[in-house]
């Protein structure tokens, strides 16, 4: 196999996004039988959530990999190359198992006349891979929703939720009630919850219907707590308890209170997967979880940060980390949106926090045009400078940026992307030779 027959293939998977995003099962659900259900009969953990699914889901995947279980974690969207979505150990599908696995998927969606979505294609993927492998383990993360995402089709044993709040409006809605039915809905019947949902009244739509399909739900704050004890630059510390056990200074390589509490619901799930105390292993797998893009320290002095906040909840949280866990004097603000967030309270929030803006237009016709942002920014008076490029950006932030200032790069996935191939490009130029794959 040659990197032709994977570009190729890969050039298909592409062009699956045209069709959009179609949320329901049935299409996906017809190619899984067709392929014997891969999908059953391996022990799995399914995350939703608005934000946080990601990283608990690496933590869930660090700890259990550190017990000795070989693991299947299935991500979304990926930074620079979809092979991050599917890994086996920490390990990307490679590019010889990733292109035979897309031809047959490919010939039997045709054969069989099922039109699938891009999600779903690297969903039916990823079981796949899973099944082939025969991983002990498979954490899922959902892509959109729950309800209709094409991971509930798995057989989860336990569920985790980890925030509600509002995004992807256009398919969820705007009312909080249902965006938590619909999150919630990938209990599954006698199955365990952990969730962290300090709103009673969304709490309520989620333990309603728990309580519906016989669940039990293990609430954080309420039946195992978090405390952080310390914080700082790519490292904090904190305490976690529940009524079984105590276990104190634990490791974690991610910024943000919000963090330390996605790594409680990931401890409180492993515990209970696992069926008893395995502490040496749960400090193994928080100290060595990684998890790019997310408050990620790339450069320093001046200190450049990375983070996919894209939407109000995950905004307000990444300011409140860096404020918590960097001294900072200035901070430099790259900016990129997408038209369908909260644009305005998303400003409001980074004008509190931004003294300086650099404005780029990502991914177009979807991305923000950075003369509606300056707009939106000149009402907070704050110093504006448009880049052609994420990179242009870099450049003219760094050039201005005193030893003390921070840089952050913020407001998508794709702003994150594009910085993520700078700073690499960069780092191969300085030493020529380090390998440029990502996540080996």
Not at 44 to 59: C, E, F, L, R, Y
């Amino acid at each position: 196999m040659n990197d032709s027959n994977y570009s190729e293939a890969l050039d298909y998977l592409y062009s699956l996004t045209h069709s959009g995003i179609k949320l329901g099962l049935q299409n996906t659900t017809r190619l899984l039988e067709y392929f014997g259900n891969p999908h059953l009969g391996i022990r799995t953990i399914h995350v939703s959530g608005t934000n946080g699914k990601g990283s608990t889901a690496a933590v869930i995947e660090s700890i259990l990999r550190s017990t000795g279980l070989k693991t299947g974690l299935y991500t979304s969207p990926h930074l620079l190359d979809f092979r991050e979505r599917v890994q086996i150990n920490r390990k990307l599908i490679g590019k010889e198992n990733a292109t035979e696995l897309i031809l047959r998927i490919k010939h039997a969606s045709e054969n069989l006349n099922i039109p699938v979505t891009f999600f779903e294609f690297g969903t039916v993927m990823a079981f796949l891979h899973f099944n082939e492998q025969q991983t002990d383990v498979n954490i899922l993360e959902v892509g959109l929703g729950g309800r209709l995402d094409a991971t509930n089709l798995c057989q989860s044993e336990i569920s985790l939720i980890t925030s509600i709040s509002r995004d992807h409006t256009e398919y969820l809605g705007e009312d909080l009630e249902q965006i938590a039915f619909e999150k919630a809905s990938i209990i599954k019947q006698s199955g365990t919850v952990f969730a962290h949902i300090p709103d009673e009244e969304i709490f309520n739509v989620v333990n309603s219907l728990a309580q519906n399909r016989r669940a039990t739900v293990f609430r954080l704050n309420r039946d195992f707590k978090v405390a952080r004890t310390g914080a700082g630059k790519g490292l904090q510390t904190f305490d976690f308890a529940n009524k079984e056990m105590e276990l104190k200074g634990l490791k974690l390589p991610l910024m943000g209170q919000f963090q330390a509490e996605n790594a409680g619901l990931a401890i409180a799930a492993c515990l209970k997967f696992i069926g008893r105390s395995k502490e040496h292993e749960i400090r193994t797998g928080l100290e060595t979880v990684q998890w790019e893009g997310r408050l990620e320290v790339v450069s320093d002095p001046p200190t450049i940060v990375l983070d996919c906040a894209h939407n109000v909840a995950s905004v307000r949280n990444m300011t409140a980390a860096l404020r918590q866990n960097l001294t900072f004097s200035r901070c430099l603000v790259i900016l990129g949106l997408m038209k369908d967030k909260e644009i305005d309270k998303i400003i409001e929030i980074l004008s509190q926090f931004g003294d300086r803006f650099y404005l780029v237009q990502v991914n177009p016709p979807r991305g923000e045009h950075p003369e509606n942002l300056k707009e939106k920014l000149t009402k907070y008076n704050k110093q504006v400078q448009f880049s052609e490029s994420v990179s242009n950006a870099i450049q003219a932030a760094k050039e201005f940026a005193q030893p003390d200032d921070l840089v952050c790069i913020t407001g998508s996935i794709f702003m994150v992307a594009e910085a993520k191939k700078c700073f690499q490009n960069e780092k191969n130029l300085t030493n020529p030779g380090n390998s440029p794959h990502y996540r080996k």
